[in-house]
């Protein structure tokens, strides 16, 4: 954690990463572990994402709550795609790799959380960054090593997705 410390200007921002590392750091390596079914690489990704956190602190919500929890978990649950891809492009001679198979069960009622869950992770995590987290598409895209238009371009779609999902499901007309 030192390392982390070190990175930032003043002493309230180490003060906020320290209790946010206490607090979140199991989740996101259980999160990546999930996703990575490896230990190192899992340890790998949520060291990438409290990086990533380090350089951002400003953007990050002042107290703990669900807001930074889903920001953490998400941060880390990109780097550890992003590590599974680039290993997946770049194999090893590991002869017992498992494929990424992130399976979340899915309300089965009517509800906005339902279809909101019915979409593909990416969707649905920029959908809550953006809505839920009130962070705009520059910010998201700090966050998640894309471009601001890409971004946009995946609302575009995450919304086009949900409202059809919402008049499936006899939402919206």
């Not at 954690?1 to 590392?21: C, I, K, P, W």
């Not at 966050?143 to 997705?161: C, G, M, W, Y």
Request: without cysteine.
């Amino acid at each position: 954690m030192l390392v982390y410390l070190q990175a930032m200007g003043n002493d309230s921002d180490r003060t906020r990463f320290e209790a946010l590392y206490l607090a979140y750091r199991g989740l996101m390596f259980h999160m990546a572990d999930r996703i990575l079914r490896n230990e190192q690489d899992a340890e790998d990704a949520v060291h990438q994402a409290f990086l990533k956190l380090a350089e951002r602190m400003e953007l990050v919500p002042e107290s703990l709550g669900p807001q930074t929890r889903a920001l953490a978990v998400t941060i880390a649950e990109r780097k550890a795609i992003d590590l599974y891809r680039a290993k997946r492009r770049h194999p090893t001679a590991d002869l017992d790799e498992v494929p990424l198979s992130y399976e979340q069960a899915l309300p089965a009622d009517g509800t906005l959380a339902g279809a909101m869950a019915a979409l593909p992770p990416r969707y649905r995590e920029v959908l809550l960054l953006k809505y839920y987290n009130g962070y705009d598409s520059g910010e998201i895209a700090g966050f998640l090593d894309t471009t601001p238009e890409n971004v946009r371009q995946i609302i575009t779609r995450a919304k086009k997705k949900l409202a059809a999902e919402l008049r499936e499901r006899g939402m919206v007309p």
